[in-house]
C-alpha cells in the first residue's frame, strides 16, 4: 500500500516554507521559494498553487499519494470560509485561497493563520505536547499568539484571536502600526528593541545586537533589555488572566536569546501575579519550522478520523533535532 502524505504550504512575506508530511507526522521532503510579494495578490496566489501542485507530483512521482493540503497565511484568516480576509504583506482582501487551490490540486485543502498553525505545531510536537492548556508567543518583527486547548486552536468569531501585541501596556508609549499607542508590539517585538536602543544610543542595531550588548554590560542596552521583559511581564500577565495557561511558549527571533530572555521574564511575571497560577515558560522547540508543520497538522484533520492531536507522535526529523538542540 502506498504511503499517504499531505502537503504542507507556509507562506511568510518574504518566503514560502513547504514539505510532504505523513500521516505520522514524518517529514519526507521540503522546500523553500520566495514570495515575491512586491507582484500583488494574484501573483502571489499563484506562486502558491505552483509550489503546492508541484509537491503534488513530486509525491506522486516519488508512489507516494497526496491526500490533502494546509495553507498557512499570515492576516486575518476566515478558516470556516477559507478566505483570506486581510494579509497587508500579501496584498489579500477577502481572497478565496481555498477555493482556488482546491481547484488546482483536486484536493481537499485547509487555510490557516500562520501564528496559530505554528502554535499548534509546538503543542502538539513541539515543546508543549502532552499539555492540554498552552500559549504561543511568537515574538519577531511583530507580537502575535495562538492558545491552543486539548490539542485545538481557538481562532474567535472573526479569526482574529490572539493578537497579544495589541494589548496597550504602556499609555502614552510609542505609537504602534495599528494605530493604538502603547501596544506590547510598539514596546517589545525585535523591531521595537533595535529601534528603542538606536533612538538612546545614537548608533543603529538589531536585537540580536542589543542581547549581545546587555550580556556584555553595556548600559543602555541593559536598560532597553529590561524595559523589554517588563513589558513583555505585562502583556502576559494579562495573557494569564485570560487563557490560564499551564505553559507559555516563547518563539520567534527574540526567542533565540535563549535564558538571557526567559529566566528574567519568568522572574519578572513571577513578581506580578496575585491570583493566577504561574505558567511555565520555554522556548520554541520546532523553529522556522513550526507554521509548515502546523499546516500539515491543518491537513491531516481533514484525512483523519481522529484529530491528530489526539495521540501526540514527535515528528520524526524537525522536533526530534529542535529538542536534541534544546538540550545541548
Not at 31 to 60: F, P, Q, S
Not at 165 to 173: D, N, Q, S, T, Y
Request: hydrophobic letters at 45%; proline letters at 4%.
Amino acid at each position: 500500500m502506498s504511503t499517504q502524505v499531505v502537503i504542507a504550504v507556509d507562506v511568510g512575506g518574504t518566503g514560502i516554507k513547504s514539505a510532504l508530511v505523513t500521516r505520522d507526522h514524518e517529514v519526507v521532503h521540503t522546500e523553500r521559494h520566495a514570495t515575491g510579494a512586491e507582484r500583488g495578490a494574484d501573483a502571489v496566489a499563484e506562486t502558491i498553487l505552483a509550489v503546492a501542485t508541484g509537491l503534488a507530483e513530486k509525491a506522486r512521482a516519488d508512489g507516494l499519494v497526496p491526500t490533502a493540503a494546509g495553507i498557512a497565511v499570515p492576516g486575518v484568516i476566515d478558516e470556516h470560509a477559507g478566505v483570506v480576509r486581510y494579509a497587508a504583506n500579501l496584498d489579500m482582501h477577502d481572497y478565496p485561497l481555498r477555493e482556488l487551490a482546491e481547484a488546482a490540486l483536486g484536493l481537499p485543502v485547509r487555510l490557516g493563520h500562520d501564528v496559530r498553525a505554528g502554535g499548534l505545531a509546538e503543542a502538539t510536537l513541539g515543546a508543549g505536547r502532552g499539555l492540554d492548556h498552552v500559549l504561543f508567543m511568537p515574538i519577531g518583527t511583530g507580537i502575535a499568539a495562538a492558545h491552543i486547548v486539548s490539542g485545538r486552536v481557538l481562532a474567535g468569531a472573526h479569526g482574529a484571536a490572539g493578537e497579544i501585541g495589541h494589548i496597550v501596556v504602556r499609555p502614552g508609549g510609542p505609537r504602534c502600526s495599528c494605530g493604538q499607542i502603547g501596544c506590547l508590539e510598539a514596546v517589545a517585538s525585535a523591531s521595537a528593541v533595535g529601534r528603542r536602543y538606536s533612538a538612546l544610543a545614537g548608533t543603529t542595531r538589531n536585537a540580536r545586537e542589543v542581547a549581545e550588548l546587555a550580556q556584555a554590560g553595556d548600559p543602555i542596552a541593559a536598560q532597553v533589555w529590561a524595559e523589554t521583559v517588563d513589558a513583555l511581564a505585562d502583556g502576559l500577565l494579562t495573557g494569564q488572566a485570560l487563557f490560564d495557561s499551564e505553559l507559555i511558549v516563547v518563539g520567534g527571533g527574540l526567542a533565540e536569546a535563549g535564558e538571557q530572555l526567559l529566566a528574567p521574564l519568568r522572574e519578572a511575571l513571577r513578581g506580578k501575579l496575585t491570583f493566577h497560577r504561574e505558567p511555565g515558560i520555554v522556548k520554541a522547540l520546532l523553529g522556522d519550522e513550526a507554521g509548515c508543520l502546523g499546516a500539515a497538522l491543518l491537513a491531516l484533520t481533514l484525512v483523519e478520523v481522529d484529530h491528530p492531536t489526539d495521540t501526540p507522535k514527535p515528528v520524526k526529523k524537525a522536533a526530534t533535532r529542535a529538542r536534541k538542540k534544546a538540550a545541548a
